[in-house]
């Protein structure tokens, strides 16, 4: 089951505003991602309805949009020169059926364990894509683009520019947009202020009959209801044979952009996600779209950003958004078509600008060396390659880091306060690589009666942290000593079980961090 009810972050008002914004945004983007796939434009509309509306139902993020993404569009692309639009339906189903496979054996909570410097990569990487993919909006339509002749035509960057009058037009309204978004919630907040632009906008073109392009010159959107079709390929292991290696690809990416916009929106709301849920809700939404002519998709961090940006924060928004796109193919094409690319440019660029870690440049100097590189690598990886490689490749550098500086060593010091007690202070990361070490650095016979460990310079990874401090608190039980954990999170003191009741809490000083435990993934 899942609820539309508004809680304490969501109310139906900014829900169904802000879903109708993700809408409009969403049209173009879901075209141009069919372009690159090489289907038609409807197959990428339909996607974008069918995996955004069961997503919103059953996913397990709550404002988190899904729809027809780039990362998958530009792996599809091969596929479908090859053998054609009924194998990729059929590697979309394959593709679903993985990644329900991945959140029944509970994977998703992996995604916990990628760095922050990674996280960052990722985040930067996203938005110079985005950003570089609105570029194309101030080409010339049919014209050539300027690396014409230089192997590198069709490039993302690859654009004829506009000229003349076309271009001052096109500039004065994307900023036009710009600014409305930017200055409109500091006069009112009651309309999401990317809607408000792109309302302004487009009748400022319409009523002045001024010459930009418009949605309806990428394609029409005009269509029927998505019908249940069977892929039309052979049953055999030679159709297995060309799919298989797709759909795992396809998959990946899928889940692992998914689960970090995940974590980035997470980060936003200040709430948590959940990520085998997702990986359920993502994986029903494929099968089901490859059953109905869609491409496939995953979450979307652009479209995700101007949904919470906008006040969405239930799943009404990512449900309005995608009947709200559904009407327009069926009904509303027509006006929809009228809507000046200039105006989501716009909007676009606001993400991006809101999307980039600017703090990222502060902080290189002050960083590890290492977790500067690895920050610059991904970010240049997702956009030279694909988002799962850069994570991927992030990771590795992180892990090799990682054991090169002996991080799993945790460290633990012991003094003696002044009313006697022994105080331990924990250093470095508790996870599965350390907790023999942590372990062997207490001696509950020795120690005072009262004893007090202190988290405030460790974190707590996943559950074999928590069984070695459940552990710890049993031997500290047994001995007939009085013990005392804290600065542990809250997702900590609800987890462990022997040492649960021994956590102080203290509101202001105890950390905010999340555990990669399955209970609540």
């Known amino acids: 089951m899942f609820e539309i009810r508004p809680n304490r972050t969501s109310s139906v008002k900014n829900d169904v505003l802000s879903g109708l914004t993700v809408a409009l945004a969403l049209v173009p983007e879901a075209v141009a991602f069919a372009f690159v796939a090489g289907v038609e434009p409807l197959v990428g509309l339909y996607a974008a309805f069918m995996v955004g509306l069961i997503t919103a139902c059953i996913g397990g993020r709550p404002g988190m949009i899904s729809g027809a993404t780039g990362a998958l569009a530009v792996v599809m692309v091969s596929l479908v020169a090859e053998h054609g639009v009924e194998y990729l339906f059929a590697t979309v189903v394959l593709m679903g059926l993985l990644q329900i496979t991945a959140g029944a054996l509970r994977l998703g909570k992996f995604i916990r364990m990628v760095p922050h410097p990674v996280m960052m990569g990722f985040v930067n990487g996203l938005a110079i ?9 101030f080409g010339e339509k049919g014209q050539p683009g300027w690396l014409e002749g230089t ?48 309302l302004i906008v487009s009748l400022l073109v319409i009523g002045l009959g001024l010459d930009t392009r418009v949605v309806g010159d990428v394609a029409s959107i005009k269509g029927g209801l998505p019908s249940f079709h069977i892929p039309a390929v052979p049953l055999n292991f030679e159709t297995l ?24 929106v997470d980060e936003i709301t200040e709430t948590r996600g959940r990520g085998n849920k997702e990986c359920v809700g993502q994986g029903v939404a494929n099968t089901v779209t490859g059953f109905f002519g869609g491409m496939g998709g995953c979450a979307m961090i652009g479209q995700s950003m101007i949904n919470v940006n906008s006040g969405g924060r239930g799943r009404l928004s990512g449900i309005t958004a995608a009947l709200s796109l559904l009407l327009f193919i069926l009904v509303a094409s027509p006006l929809i078509e009228q809507i000046p690319l200039a105006a989501l440019t716009g909007v676009m660029f606001i993400v991006v600008i809101g999307t980039f870690e600017w703090s990222s440049f502060r902080v290189l100097r002050k960083i590890p060396r290492s977790d500067a590189l690895v920050l610059i690598m991904v970010s240049a990886v997702t956009v030279a390659t694909d988002l799962a490689i850069a994570v991927i490749v992030g990771v590795i550098i992180s892990a ?102 021994l956590v102080e809490v203290n509101v202001i000083e105890d950390p905010k961090y999340f555990v990669a435990e399955d209970s609540l993934g």
């Open 129 to 137: 894509v985005i950003f570089l993919a609105q570029l194309s909006q």
């Open 151 to 198: 192997g590198l035509e069709g490039s993302v960057i690859d654009v004829a520019w506009l000229q003349g009058e076309a271009l001052y037009l096109m500039l004065g309204l994307v900023f036009l947009t710009m600014v409305i978004i930017h200055f409109l919630p500091r006069l009112t907040k009651a309309v999401p202020a990317s809607l408000a632009g792109i």
């Open 241 to 264: 044979g060309i799919i298989f290696p797709y759909a795992v690809i396809l998959a990946a990416i899928g889940l692992i952009e998914s689960l970090l916009t995940l974590r980035l």
């Open 400 to 501: 090799l880091v990682f054991a090169w500086e002996h991080a799993k060593h945790i460290r633990v010091e012991a003094k003696e306060d002044h009313k006697g007690s022994t105080v331990y202070a924990v250093y470095g990361p508790l996870f599965f690589g350390s907790v023999a070490s942590f372990l062997e650095q207490f001696d509950p016979r020795q120690d005072r009666d009262d004893v007090i460990i202190d988290f405030a310079r460790s974190r707590v990874a996943d559950h074999s942290g928590l069984e070695a401090i459940d552990s710890l608190a049993e031997r500290y039980l047994n001995a007939g000593k009085t013990l005392h954990l804290v600065h542990l999170s809250e997702e900590c003191r609800k987890l462990l079980h022997q040492a649960g009741d």
